[in-house]
């Protein structure tokens, strides 16, 4: 694969010590600071003019208007991170660089770095202070400790079924930025692969709201109005043959899970529930509106106990497991190595990136394959996920008119690298009629 920058072709033979390679990471590459390196694909960025990340000690769980030593600089807290350590901050323009500089100089202030945003789209990516660099068969760890020395960068652990790859921590050490870093870094001889670990928000898709099960069409129905042949799951002939069992856990990753709801209740139901945001066992709803978690549950697995609604597989138990609000390599990581860890045989995540284009980074795919091919005691988990809500290809270019103010336009690049997963079952959503709903992807 050719490199997508050009600093000229290196000579054959490779430095041998933090000294060399320092020398050519000091050495920008063109385009260092405006493009991301990611599953394969180059996006295109840009800073936003407005809006910085911060990681600071002690940042609360809750969002409060300021948080110190951010109040310092007269910054917003737009959005708290916790499971990245992150703060994302908006002062004004004019105001952006010098309380960056400021707070950079502050003890308490490991990481503050721009957002920066998708030039197809307003799609945001918040730079945090992990790096994944994938090498050479050849390289030896004296040559990756070498090249870490010289990048400033701290080898924190192996990436789990990748070869040679390796996360990697940004110091203060560190000549540039992760995103020009991680750029550098795949200019070098060794390196087949240099990606920063960004974050994203997360977007929920479709909310289900049918209380009864003589309502549910898409399980069973017998025709009528507005009801089209076949369009239903024939669940009833499942049902013959078994309605779940509580040894099959389905683990299912969201916004929140009302696990007072009798429809999620019962001897055995829950398994191993597990809250990313606020770092506990109670995965409750703490926002108006964050029932997704509980409707998609229900669909899944409510109990057939004669009250609101009966899921597909009724007799299953329930791993809910609330996600943090933010998409990066750690918080992938985290949630499917507690599904697998926990005894999930079925993983359902209905929600995906904000935006129009994102790829999985390494560890990403990684954490899903490895769900994929070693969970359920090595048979491998079941994964899934929404295909999406915007009515566009999961990959491919669509010419885009007429969005609000000029939004996106002309040939835009779609891609939900969730569902293009090789691994992954994605689930588009039909009507009744048995076409495509207008909205799904």
Request: hydrophobic share 40%.
């Amino acid at each position: 694969m050719s490199n997508p920058f050009s600093l000229g072709s290196f000579p054959p033979e490779q430095p041998a010590n933090a000294a060399d390679w320092a020398q050519q990471l000091a050495v920008p590459v063109s385009g260092e600071g405006a493009t991301l390196q990611r599953g394969g694909e180059r996006l295109a960025l840009h800073k936003a003019g407005d809006r910085f990340t911060v990681s600071a000690a002690n940042l609360p769980q809750v969002q409060p208007p300021v948080v110190p030593p951010i109040a310092q600089v007269g910054g917003t807290v737009t959005h708290i991170m916790p499971l990245v350590s992150l703060a994302a901050v908006q002062v004004p323009p004019e105001q952006l660089d010098p309380a960056m500089d400021q707070l950079r100089r502050q003890d308490e202030v490991a990481f503050a770095s721009h957002v920066y945003q998708l030039d197809e789209g307003a799609q945001e990516f918040y730079l945090t202070d992990q790096i994944t660099v994938q090498f050479t068969p050849e390289t030896t760890l004296a040559d990756i400790e070498a090249i870490a020395a010289a990048a400033g960068l701290r080898r924190l652990e192996p990436i789990d079924g990748v070869a040679n790859a390796h996360v990697f921590q940004v110091t203060a050490a560190a000549p540039v930025n992760p995103l020009k870093l991680a750029n550098r870094l795949s200019q070098l001889v060794p390196v087949l692969l240099a990606e920063p670990n960004v974050a994203v928000s997360t977007q929920g898709f479709h909310r289900p709201r049918d209380p009864l099960y003589g309502d549910q069409w898409y399980l069973q129905h017998r025709g009528g109005r507005s009801l089209a042949a076949n369009s239903h799951i024939s669940v009833e002939a499942a049902w013959d043959i078994t309605r779940g069992r509580r040894s099959v856990v389905v683990a299912i990753i969201d916004d929140g899970f009302d696990l007072g709801h009798p429809d999620l209740s019962g001897p055995g139901k829950l398994v191993a529930p597990r809250d990313f945001q606020q770092r506990d066992g109670v995965p409750l709803p703490e926002q108006t509106g964050e029932n997704h978690g509980t409707a998609v549950a229900g669909v899944a697995i409510a109990e057939e106990n004669g009250e609101g609604i009966v899921g597909v597989a009724p007799g299953c138990a329930l791993m809910p497991i609330r996600y943090s609000g933010v998409i990066d390599d750690q918080s992938i990581e985290a949630l499917f190595r507690w599904a697998t860890d926990h005894g999930a045989a079925v993983i359902s995540c209905s929600w995906g990136a904000v935006g129009t284009r994102y790829a999985l980074s390494l560890r990403q795919r990684a954490a899903i394959t490895r769900a994929a091919t070693q969970g359920r005691d090595g048979k491998g988990c079941v994964v899934l996920f929404a295909a999406g809500n915007a009515n566009r290809p999961v990959d491919g270019t669509v010419n885009e008119q007429g969005w609000p103010s000029g939004a996106l336009r002309g040939g835009v690049q779609w891609l939900n690298g969730f569902a293009v997963h090789p691994d992954v079952i994605a689930v588009s959503a039909c009507t009744s009629l048995n076409q495509k709903s207008a909205y799904s992807n």
